[in-house]
């Protein structure tokens, strides 16, 4: 596939749209909450959870009813316009480029609240075609409604196509935000014998050898998940967007979400959805860098002011390496501390 050159990648793809940015607005984004915006009395409650949580998307696609997908439309139009949203970000996850919604979702959206909102999460991206596709009409919006800043995407990975075309998707425009994992369409499109929404299978293992004595042999739960969220951060981050892990559908089970959601903080993912209010301070937990490790982080870039050389701290090696990764734990605990000042206090910041 042709790519455009570095001086037309970055030009408006309409006359009169903003300047696509350069680099992501630095924000901090350990969860994308979801909300269904059809019902008022959850609606009702977004001022309020505006200020508990990173991001507030207004869902459109999977989970809303068909005979909602107006009100759900309409409610997220009138949600936008009635609270203020201040750090938080403002997302839409809308519905699948295929169906009969989505150019009304955008159309709808972009006129009535274009200005307020930050990312469209564009569902089952199969490819670049897709995003190409996104990035040309949200441009002509944006012209026509006359709006300051660009809208991001954000693709879901929930194909097999889609998985197969990560790095063309990841690299496909300057509106490209990041990706995020989603385990149940993209088990059904390879046919995965799986009906969980995320998380680990427990016929999905690996068994220890048979012992002498005839013993019990060890058994470990496997992740379904590990080959295609690190080929998703790896995507990511070569192309300077945001890894995220995606739905965690087992509400009850809060300590597995934990587990998922940690591997996937481990990994180098940004954050993942929450989808219940139980699962916002796991995410907050998970995602915000232990106060520990910010403190021995500190240690390193102040041993080392200019990232070179090698020092010893208690008995161990930092070089240049383990100075980048301290730099990144450091970078990500003055973003949290910004937004949470009791953290802030523990990380000394």
């Not at 037309?8 to 909300?35: D, N, T």
């Not at 959870?49 to 507030?56: C, E, H, N």
């Not at 935000?177 to 009906?195: C, E, V």
């Amino acid at each position: 596939m042709t790519s455009k050159t570095p001086r037309q990648f970055f030009r408006p793809l309409a006359i009169g749209a903003p300047e696509p940015y350069r680099e992501l607005p630095l924000k901090l984004e350990r969860m994308i909450h979801f909300v269904p915006p059809h019902l008022e009395k959850v609606r009702a409650k977004v001022g309020e959870l505006a200020g508990q949580v990173d991001i507030v998307l207004g869902n459109l696609e999977d989970a809303i009813p068909v005979e909602a997908k107006q009100a759900a439309r309409d409610g997220f139009i009138a949600m936008g316009k009635a609270a203020d949203f201040g750090k938080t970000g403002l997302w839409t996850r809308v519905n699948a480029l295929n169906s009969p919604w989505f150019l009304d979702d955008i159309t709808a959206i972009m006129a009535e609240i274009g200005g307020k909102l930050d990312v469209v999460m564009v569902p089952k991206v199969e490819g670049p075609w897709d995003i190409h596709y996104v990035d040309q009409l949200l441009a002509q919006f944006e012209a026509r409604h006359a709006l300051p800043k660009p809208i991001l995407i954000h693709a879901i990975l929930e194909t097999a196509e889609g998985v197969k075309n990560v790095e063309a998707i990841a690299t496909a425009s300057p509106r490209m935000h990041g990706m995020s994992l989603g385990p149940a369409d993209l088990a059904a499109s390879r046919a995965m014998k799986t009906t969980r929404v995320g998380g680990g299978h427990p016929e999905y293992k690996v068994i220890a050898d048979p012992s002498p004595d005839g013993g019990p042999r060890a058994v470990a739960q496997q992740d379904l998940w590990h080959y295609t969220l690190a080929k998703m951060v790896d995507a990511c981050a070569a192309a300077g967007i945001k890894p995220f892990y995606g739905p965690f559908g087992d509400f009850a089970d809060a300590a597995a979400c934990e587990a998922q959601f940690r591997n996937a903080f481990l990994l180098g993912c940004a954050g993942a959805w929450t989808l219940h209010p139980s699962q916002i301070e796991i995410a907050k937990r998970v995602f915000s860098p232990d106060p520990t490790e910010v403190i021995f982080a500190k240690r390193i870039l102040e041993a080392m002011p200019d990232g070179s050389g090698a020092v010893m701290i208690d008995g161990k090696m930092q070089d240049d390496a383990t100075w980048k990764q301290a730099k990144v734990i450091v970078d990500l605990a003055r973003q949290v501390a910004a937004r949470d000042p009791a953290l802030a206090e523990r990380y000394g910041l």
